[in-house]
């Protein structure tokens, strides 16, 4: 497993990363492993998704359906537990063999555990990486070796989906390395069209390697576009009067429930939104129920805003400021990251470590307790809490609330806009 030991920096390349916790990133193969066993330990947050980005099946407990998470906003509430994750069609051997488990069933081979650790001092982050390296990964049946946690903040790494030919050739790796998927049989027709079979050769001709080729430049250029359009789509924006937008369409006048559940299909209609996964997955990666939380205490909630006040598009030469009122509505933390606009990882400027301030940063605020924050290429001479952008560079940004409170889902609480102030 890979510990980002000292918060995830502008070296890794990876589509926006929160740079206020402790990451633990690792795959697993079923088909290699058998069922697997994931003793988490108490106080982390993490989750599970197969291949495609769907978060994996988990129990049913009053009422409530467990999608992905383990930890807090997952069946063990952050207390600890036991997890057995297993292929989506397999049973135990015995009746109630698995029963001191919760079961978590993958419609892929392949899957990828994403797990946060809190730390609630920016100055001392070994909570946070003691609780990612307390996690267990063993088979159910089997040898084990013992767990390896690999630290990786100072590795630069590409972590980037390719946007070129080299796509379909991935894409391509995947479909013959794990098992035929059955959900989704149209796309998966769409693959065997371009030649995309499983247990057979991908070898397009030259004239078809240069469309597809241009296929995939052109679709990443239309996800963007997409993206810094998305609050034009209906159900996208926050609040009708700013420019924050929500990943999981959400009604205005409610906030507890999404529009779209955990594989961005509406919920009335149980269709895919292909803007809105176009949105999520060429900016952002993985999902759970706990990503959409509407649980209070538990989960995340975010906001990502691509324009200043005026509608514009955010750039990097400009300067803004940003009002958000007092008590943010998050029990765990809350933080507010820029990400450059092409690669979607933190915005990378000279001489600046994280492209973040959060509620453990050393802050001014105002008698009220309200907090005003400067993003530019310079500080302003009155700018204590500022973040620094990259002229020539567009960029966006996140509001995450982790653990939000009663005043997010009440809508009392209302960050403002990117207001520009010069340039």
């Known amino acids: 497993m890979s510990v980002f030991e000292k918060r995830l920096g502008p070296r890794t390349l990876i589509t926006t990363p929160n740079c206020d916790v402790i990451y633990g990133m690792c795959f697993a193969n079923l088909a290699e492993t058998g069922p697997l066993v994931v003793e988490a330990p108490p106080g982390i947050q993490g989750l599970v998704d197969d291949f495609w980005h769907r978060p994996l099946t988990g129990p049913r407990i009053d009422d409530r359906q467990f999608l992905g998470d383990i930890g807090l906003p997952g069946p063990d509430r952050g207390k600890g537990g036991r997890y057995l994750i297993v292929p989506e069609d397999l049973e135990p051997e015995e009746p109630g063999a698995w029963d001191d488990f919760f079961v978590y069933r993958s419609r892929t081979d392949n ?25 267990r990964l063993h088979p159910l049946r089997g040898d084990a070796t013992p767990m390896r946690f690999t630290h990786a903040s100072d590795t630069p790494a590409d972590a980037l989906y390719p946007r070129d030919f080299a796509f379909f050739e991935t894409l391509n790796a995947f479909v013959q390395a794990d098992r035929t998927d059955r959900v989704d049989p149209y796309m998966h027709g769409v693959l065997a069209a371009l030649g995309i079979r499983k247990g057979e050769t991908f070898d397009p001709a030259p004239r078809q390697r240069d469309l597809l080729d241009l296929a995939a430049r052109t679709a990443w250029k239309t996800a963007k576009t997409i993206a810094t359009g998305f609050d034009r789509e209906d159900g ?23 529009l779209l559940d955990e594989e961005f299909r509406t919920r009335a209609t149980g269709h895919t939104d292909v803007n809105a996964k176009a949105h999520m997955f060429v900016n952002h990666y993985s999902i759970s129920t706990g990503m959409m939380s509407s649980v209070v205490g538990f989960g995340a909630k975010y906001a990502a805003s691509y324009r200043d006040h005026t509608g514009q598009l955010l750039a990097g030469e400009r300067t803004y400021r940003i009002d958000l009122p007092a008590d943010p509505p998050a029990r765990l933390f809350w933080s507010l990251t820029l990400y450059d606009a092409e690669t979607a990882a933190e915005v990378d400027a000279e001489g600046q470590t994280f492209s973040s301030l959060n509620g453990m940063n050393d802050l001014g605020f105002k008698e009220d307790g309200s907090l005003t924050l400067h993003i530019g290429p310079d500080r302003p001479e009155e700018a204590r809490n500022w973040i620094r952008t990259v002229p020539g560079r567009g960029w966006f940004s996140l509001i995450r609330w982790y653990g939000p409170e009663q005043a997010f889902f009440d809508r009392r609480y209302k960050p403002g806009d990117f207001v520009g102030t010069k340039g």
Not at 111 to 134: A, M, Q, W
Not at 251 to 258: I, P, S, Y
């Open 236 to 258: 996208a924006l926050w609040w009708e009067d700013r420019q924050w937008v929500a990943h999981a369409k959400t009604a205005q006048d409610d906030f507890w429930h999404t």
């Open 111 to 135: 899957i990828y555990f994403l797990l946060r650790g809190f730390f609630t001092s920016v100055d001392d982050l070994s909570p946070g990486v003691e609780s990612i390296e307390g996690i």
